[in-house]
């Protein structure tokens, strides 16, 4: 596949990734305090799967990870902002088990495509641990915020997500400035304004 049409498709994802982000920002800033709206968990689901698939087309496996990790709590938040069960019958299932078909297909399908993941040779062994890890940690923000809100039976997005964003994106930064990843670096660039804003917000409003 062309280079152009695999970049759009990363880049279309990021650009849905930031409209999640700056709608969300928009919202708090006009209450003055940390809002998730709706829309946040519907462009975030849109969008990981974008990004899954740049993932495998870049051969990727830290992108891969990151996205297979974070897909389905994405789905479990709009669960409990009761948007999924609006979504029609047909895509809640596409959405369930289309990434799900693509790892099979291309596990049992395309074995050396999945040697290629481990083993690209323009990713060295230490930067691809380094894009790994940072995207675990990335991805661990999404966990911490989905234990949250089952305990408080609510979706939002509290403290500890905002700084783990902020570790993980500056990790991931890191690893698109070396790995070169024009859609990486754009996307986490801007992440990082928004998500020191929202921790200072919710510090603020617990002052």
Same mark, same amino acid.
């Given at each position: 596949?062309?280079?152009?049409?695999?970049?759009?498709?990363?880049?279309?994802?990021?650009?849905?990734?930031?409209?999640? +982000?700056?709608?969300?920002?928009?919202?708090?800033?006009?209450?003055?305090?940390?809002?998730?709206?709706?829309?946040?968990?519907?462009?975030? +689901?849109?969008?990981?799967?974008?990004?899954?698939?740049?993932?495998?087309?870049?051969?990727?496996?830290?992108?891969?990870?990151?996205?297979?990790?974070?897909?389905?709590?994405?789905?479990?938040?709009?669960?409990?902002?009761?948007?999924?069960?609006?979504?029609?019958?047909?895509?809640?299932?596409?959405?369930?088990?289309?990434?799900?078909?693509?790892?099979?297909?291309?596990?049992?399908?395309?074995?050396?495509?999945?040697?290629?993941?481990?083993?690209?040779?323009?990713?060295?062994?230490?930067? +691809?641990?380094?894009?790994?890890?940072?995207?675990?940690?990335?991805?661990?923000?999404?966990?911490?915020?989905?234990?949250?809100?089952?305990?408080?039976?609510?979706?939002?997005?509290?403290?500890?997500?905002?700084?783990?964003?902020?570790?993980?994106?500056?990790?991931?930064?890191?690893?698109?400035?070396?790995?070169?990843?024009?859609? +990486?670096?754009?996307?986490?660039?801007?992440?990082?304004?928004?998500?020191?804003?929202?921790?200072?917000?919710?510090?603020?409003?617990?002052?």
């Amino acid at each position: 596949m062309k280079d152009w049409i695999i970049y759009s498709i990363g880049f279309f994802a990021q650009i849905l990734f930031s409209s999640r +982000l700056l709608i969300q920002w928009v919202t708090s800033e006009k209450q003055r305090k940390v809002i998730t709206p709706k829309t946040f968990w519907t462009l975030s +689901l849109i969008a990981s799967f974008l990004l899954f698939i740049y993932g495998y087309l870049r051969l990727d496996f830290a992108i891969m990870l990151g996205q297979s990790l974070t897909y389905f709590i994405y789905i479990r938040n709009l669960q409990l902002q009761g948007q999924w069960q609006k979504f029609p019958k047909l895509v809640q299932v596409l959405l369930f088990i289309v990434p799900v078909l693509i790892v099979v297909f291309y596990y049992n399908n395309n074995k050396i495509d999945i040697e290629l993941l481990f083993k690209n040779e323009a990713i060295p062994s230490w930067l +691809l641990i380094l894009g790994i890890v940072a995207q675990v940690i990335f991805t661990l923000r999404f966990v911490y915020q989905w234990i949250h809100a089952e305990r408080h039976k609510e979706s939002s997005l509290p403290m500890g997500f905002w700084v783990l964003s902020l570790i993980g994106a500056t990790l991931i930064l890191t690893y698109a400035i070396i790995r070169k990843d024009p859609v +990486l670096f754009t996307g986490h660039l801007f992440g990082l304004i928004i998500y020191a804003r929202n921790a200072y917000l919710i510090r603020q409003n617990n002052d």
